[in-house]
């Protein structure tokens, strides 16, 4: 389904939107203008995480617009919606129709989304054919941009589905490792919440886990619109596991946390980066939240003054905290314009060929750090980080930066 | 002597329906216009995000169509139609997807050759081709529509919704718990693109679109098609009154059961077509909403009405995937353009469902029928007309309907010992009586005395506990209502259970529903042979409606539910007469006539017997029993207390007390 | 844990869920006996009712970050959120009523459960656009009590959960079978034309029904949100699917078979999550209601007949 990713990590970037003004001429940027796309599901059950990427995404463009534009050109925005009211949720047979809108509209350079790995995998062959770059801020199937699927996904061969997160192949194997070396978990029950994202991870971590010698008591599903979660956590205690491993996002995340709270009370709990951010905080509260293991996949630059700022600018703005979506989607509108900007200050027309090969070359700091690419379109990064959630009652409880306690660097398999 | 030729002049409604005929020609040509639209959409509009939002509202018109043939014409609610969609989708998936990839041994090698599989790095790769699964999964669908309709054929309309939303949801959970097969909530990859002729289907969105518009032709030529036969009326006459339809010889089961299969196949082959225009699918695409939806479309279309249906499907979902968000952006930059604030931020994609559910609700308070109604009412007769004379048709028209002149001597109905209970209540207690060929025999009581219920246990629709029931000589007790319709009984209701949606001359085709053969494919492709069968069931239906002279002929594109109540009366005899029973039941033919009317049906009755058909009547009116009557038969309680001619049981001391006691005067 | 202290706990667990699924049934058996008409509007009366009573309690000062209420402040702090929780829902379902059904009173067939859909995707969207999509954290005031049954625990939420649902239940029982209104409703139920004749209100008693239905669904709701301490705008179809398949299991038409229902959906839910895996779940909960139907049609207490004569 999704991936949250956290914020992390130094901002010096930060400011890049008014680096970028400085340099610009405001006087006639007015005159030209380009075209970004973000294409979300804002109807329906995926309404909450589609409005955090919305809004991080254009919480970037309207910062540059402010400052005059990029190089110039004013950034026009157009929202897509691939949720539909026919499927309730995210549609992929939506998200293809977007697509196409995308390719066919000759103003749009870029795009920002999908939200949704099911929704990638509909739109990745037109996004190719038509030469279009996105970058998703949340999705996370590996087999979008694995070479073994190439032919599908991108039939006419240059990259076009770039992350600003990493795919489950790294985020689950790694707590797996981490589990079983510094936690010395020997046996963990693990729960999915039956989306793409989180049965990718869940199952990533399930076979590492096996080869680092752990007992896999179960892996069952949860279903996120399902209140009731205490039948299984019922189960579980009743096999005595040293530990839980979920992956999946906050919509059931949150209900897990609260009744593991009091079914579970004494065993190590953890989960990828659907548990990290303000909306399993807010969600779940404390002490429910309390111990739990997150992780994020990008590096923690510790004490970081910068990304503070940029919450209470966005929180001023929406009137609600970010969420892990929005910085992921916030750093891929800053890729996004820097390539506009790198192609226009070179001389060369704003096409999204000329955009999707600077994307492909960025190498930009972000909120979440350096970001670039490999030459499938994954993110180079691929650090996870460790956190453990421990109330700090100075700060709000939605407070991410300071709810969550960083622990080091889960352990890559070699 | 055709019946044109008989009929022009004095029923100008039949002159008017024999003109719609020759009015086809110019719906052809406004079709023709549509179609030609349709086909130039693509490149008029030039932009391949709206072709391939054309595509899917396509798609989902297909898919209405499927459900109304379940809903609109068999009158089977169905809220799990999503189910056959995925079935029909992940047929296609799987067969035509790297997602089953077992080891390459020699048994595929005859497959190889058939081109379905070929060997990629020693492992199977399925590519059968999307042609082939097309008709392959709308089988497969069809076989599902069947597995799930079977369970539910004896529930009532909420009852049956509630079991096929929890098919609709066992569904894609099963795909979803299944990823061996489906690749689970990942999503299938790699699903392979129609080839055509060597032309690959790719990506671009207008090839799709013309498949889907090919699709949505020839499933709205089907349904117009099925809708306008012999199947289509069973399917409306189930769907307007179960009883009455097993009455007039519609074996329920049979044709609930097409309907099934025949929606989940329209909706199999539309799975197939959408999941190779995605090239992938995740089990959330079929979960609850989408059945939900399509419900909508065909309630907001018009149930029932093929156009219908095809608009709303089209309106509902172009208006979420393309209208509502451009109007977003129109709103937009008029905010801008005027300067309002509030404008600039209206985002109406969230508020997509919120409008569906309020016009859902405005369609149901303000315009039930949708936006094309099914059945289009007729205007009411001219002055003259309602003013006319009231004439009388012949009885010679009916000469030739067959076996009913067929002289035969002995009885023809045999009862013997016949017993039915209700719970502890004995309905029936052991009657027994016979009815001789050709004769008229009245069974009369007072109310409560069994009548009814000897009726029905003759006709199948109730089952007796004991006793026999013998017809021309055959064992009928515990035969299904239709076979014993089709050995040659028929019968009227006492509360009248005519199909009221439907028009006259429906009704009474539907009452030729077991005399004639039309199937399936029949229905569809219209071979000579069926289109001359149609054509000689609408002159019959014509010659038995003309009987009743002026009073039904100039109505007979009305419907039933419109008619006065004596009409209604005449319309079942007639549908009952279209049966060609050797033997009719009616159940008091004459109530709510007045003194009039009543003497021309029973002279009317009377024809009917001298053309050699045999009656039961239950009568209340003993002035019509004395008249008609060879034989009467007297029910009380269940039992028969006295049988004779007329005269002998108006004398009988038991049926004075029992029966006539309660009101001394009467005949 | 041993197995049957598991078994127990499940047991324990089934029986909280299911008093939960017997109050929202009883809503649709209600609206079912009298009208014949399938609500599913009532899923979103009862998502919309642990809204009104959340924010009941937030009104009172209550966060979802747990405050600890203890002795009167806690009963008044509850009988409060009870009073707008089903005060508020019961009122929804008569306006629904009012508004949406009423108007179509007489027309047959699937009219009225269509424009119950229409109204439910209204409720759906409303409360997205005004409260958000987040899950909320639900206000907590009660403190954590846990008492051992065997190894098993059983805590004060569930003891809240059986105490309210076992006294509307019984309130609803004396309600139907002594009060005039009660009883024109069942004699609407057995016959509403005969009911018309004698001089039964029947605008009047549906409307109780709808209010009675909405009313427990506003009650569990707030159970609901103080039992999981949490509510979204999400939490009326899946709850409601299962009270529906509760009522159906029961008898539709049935108050006991509902709560009956009720109960047995709750227990299948928990033992088939435990002996088989909650991915399961809803299909065999799903399975069962086919079986119901097609084998036992009118359930286990029902006297309504789904077949067709």
Known sequence: MTTRRALIAYLPAMTFAGGLAARSKPAFAADKTVTVGIDVPLTGADAEGAILIKNGAMMAVDEANAQGGVAGYKIKVIVLDDGTTSAGQYDPAQSATNARKLVADSSVVANVGPEMSGSGKAMAAILSQGDLATITPSSTNPDITDPKFASQFVPKGRPIYFRTVTTDAYQGPNMANYFAHTLNVKKVYILDDSGAYGVGMANAFEAQAKKNGMTVLGHDELDPKEADYATILTKIKGLNPDALYYGGVSLAGVKLAKQSYNILPNIIKGGGDGVYGAPMLKGSGFPAMEGWYATIAAPYIADNPDVQPWIKRYTEKYNQGPGAYSFTAYDAMLVILDAIKRVAESGKPVTRSAVRDAIQTSNLKTLQGVISFDKYGDINSRIVSVFRAHYNSQYPVEDSLHQYKYLGVAPQTS | MTIQAKLTGPWPEVASWLRARTTLRTQHASMACLLLVALLFPPLINNDGDVDAAANALSFAALALGLNIVVGFAGLLDLGYAAFFAIGAYAYGALASWQLHPAWSSFWVPFQWLDLVSEVDGAVHFQVSFWLMLPISAAIAAFFGILFGAPTLRLKGDYLAIVTLGFGEIVPIVARNSPTLTNGAQGLNGVLPPVLFGYQFGVDATPYYYVGLALVVFLMFTSQRLKMSRIGRAWMAIREDEIGAAAMGVDRVRYKLMAFAIGAAFAGATGTLYVAKLQTATPEMFMFPVSVMLLVMIVFGGMGNVWGVVVGALILQILQSWLLQDLSGWLQALGELINVEWLQHVDLSQSIELIFGIILVLMMLYRRQGLIPASRRVAGLSLDEQAAQVSRGGFDALAGLGSIEERRTGPLLEIEGLTVRFGGLVALRSVSLSVPAHGIVAVIGPNGSGKSTLFNAVTGLLRADSGSVRFAGQQIAGMPAHRILKLGIARTFQNLRLFPNLTVLENVLVGMHSRLRTGLVGAVVRPPGTNREEHDAQERALEILSVFGNRLVPRINHVVSSLSYANRRRAEIARAIATRPKLLLLDEPTAGMNPAETLELADQIKSLNRLGLTIVLIEHKLDVVVNLADNVVVLDHGEVIASGPPDVVRRDEEVIRAYLGRSANVA | ?309
């Open chain 3, 1 to 309: 844990m041993s197995d049957t202290t598991i078994i127990v706990q499940q047991v324990i667990n089934g029986l909280s869920l299911g008093a939960m699924y017997a109050l929202l049934a009883i809503g649709f058996t209600l609206v079912y006996g009298i009208m014949e008409l399938i609500n599913f509007a009532h899923f979103n009366v009862f998502m919309i009712g642990s809204f009104l009573g959340m924010w009941a309690l937030e009104s009172l000062g209550l966060s979802g970050q747990s405050q600890m209420l203890t002795g009167f402040a806690l009963y008044g702090t509850l009988a409060f959120a009870f009073v707008v929780a089903m005060l508020g829902s019961g009122l929804l379902g008569v306006a629904i009523e009012r508004i949406a059904l009423r108007p179509l009173r007489g027309v047959a067939g699937t009219t009225g459960m269509i424009t119950t859909i229409g109204v439910s995707y209204i409720l759906f969207n409303v409360v997205l656009l005004v409260a958000g999509a987040d899950a909320k954290n639900y206000p907590n005031p009660m403190p954590v009590v846990q008492w051992k049954v065997g190894g098993a625990t059983f805590d004060l939420r569930q003891l809240l959960i059986w105490v309210v649902s076992l006294v509307l239940m019984i309130a609803l029982q004396l309600f139907v079978s002594h009060s005039r209104l009660g009883k024109a409703m069942r004699a609407t139920a057995q016959d509403s034309e005969a009911a018309r004749m004698m001089g039964v209100d029947v605008d009047r008693v549906i409307a109780t029904a709808f209010f009675l239905g909405s009313a427990l669904a506003g009650a569990s709701a707030l159970i609901f949100g103080l039992y999981y301490n949490y509510t979204s705008f999400l939490i009326g179809y899946s709850a409601g699917l299962r009270a529906f398949t509760a009522a159906v299991l029961g008898g539709i038409g049935s108050v006991t078979g509902a709560v009956v229902g009720g109960i047995l959906v709750g227990l299948i839910e928990t033992l088939g999550g435990q002996f088989i895996a909650v991915r399961w779940t809803d299909v065999i909960i799903f399975s069962i209601l086919v079986f119901v139907l097609v084998f036992a049609p009118s359930g286990l207490l029902g006297r309504a007949r789904p077949t067709k004569s």
